[in-house]
């Protein structure tokens, strides 16, 4: 495996940061649909 270039790592850190913001998403989009049920069974 060829050591990776700095383009390789501004890649992976660019995949990493989208990863992360679109599991921002998912839990919040998550929270607020729990929330909305468990206040609309209330």
């Given at each position: 495996?060829?050591?990776?270039?700095?383009?390789d790592?501004?890649?992976?850190?660019?995949?990493?940061?989208?990863?992360?913001i679109?599991?921002?998403?998912?839990?919040?989009?998550?929270?607020?649909?729990?929330?909305?049920?468990?206040?609309?069974?209330?």
């Amino acid at each position: 495996m060829p050591a990776p270039s700095s383009r390789d790592t501004e890649r992976q850190q660019a995949n990493l940061r989208l990863a992360l913001i679109l599991a921002s998403v998912a839990v919040v989009l998550a929270l607020g649909f729990v929330a909305k049920i468990w206040l609309l069974s209330h």
